[in-house]
């Protein structure tokens, strides 16, 4: 009898321990969301470089940038390219997101350190940024160039990819397609799940290119293969 009783006890002990474990693993998938907890186990993406599109709508965005970049460096971290919207060309009101930056890491480790870091919650408790990741690297990026961002709310990976044509045209105008690829929200709380970039050299020709009558109808025709969208143009500095 005395051994069933401490058969009983461990048994009650295991439970307790699992059902800890349980609610711990959702209390933290909870804070940082299922995809950072992925990101975190994953063993082959945490080792393999990650990017980042970080969007903000703040007044003092030097201001955040200079509490940031420490807390980039420490995971080793890059800045490959900072901008100013300069105008939204599709999208609601809300899209308006005055900066963005283009950042890059080694890992994805760094990126799970520097994101679940008491620095960088404290940094975002009253400034939240909208992250967008992927394991895919964009293109070079000239620091001088005008860059348009179109955010997009695929309905399938496949279909984004389709736009990819009408991207193209931009080389009329002296743009490129610089990048395509789907991301995932690590913060934030909108719904795009594809990126694309686009380079032009400056405002001017993105203009020209937004102005064509071929560009109009074929961004009209494109929008069978998305649910919603925003074009940001962004100019460097």
Known sequence: ??????????LVTFLVFLVLLVGGFATVTWLVGPTMVSLALDDERRETPFYLVHLLDAPDASGYFQRFGPLLREEQGQLLWRGG??????????????????????????????LTSSAYRQLTDSTRPLL??????????AQDE?????????????TAAELEPLAATAGAYNGQLIWSTPVVVLDGDRPWNYVLLLAFP???????WLEDPGT?????????HYLSDAM???RAG
């Not at 009898?1 to 461990?10: E, P, Q, T």
Request: avoid cysteine.
């Open 1 to 10: 009898m005395a051994d069933i009783r401490f058969l009983s006890r461990g």
């Open 85 to 114: 919207l300069r105008a939204l060309h599709a999208g609601r009101s809300e899209d308006e997101l005055t900066d963005m930056a283009l950042i890059g890491f080694d890992a994805g480790a760094g990126l799970v350190q520097m």
């Open 132 to 141: 967008l990741g992927t394991p895919q690297a964009p293109g070079p990026i």
């Open 146 to 158: 005008t860059l348009v961002l179109w955010l997009l709310e695929a309905s399938e990976e496949r």
């Open 202 to 208: 400056d405002g001017e020709a993105v203009t020209r």
């Open 216 to 224: 109009g109808t074929d961004r009209a025709l494109g929008r069978r």
């Open 232 to 234: 940001l143009e962004l």
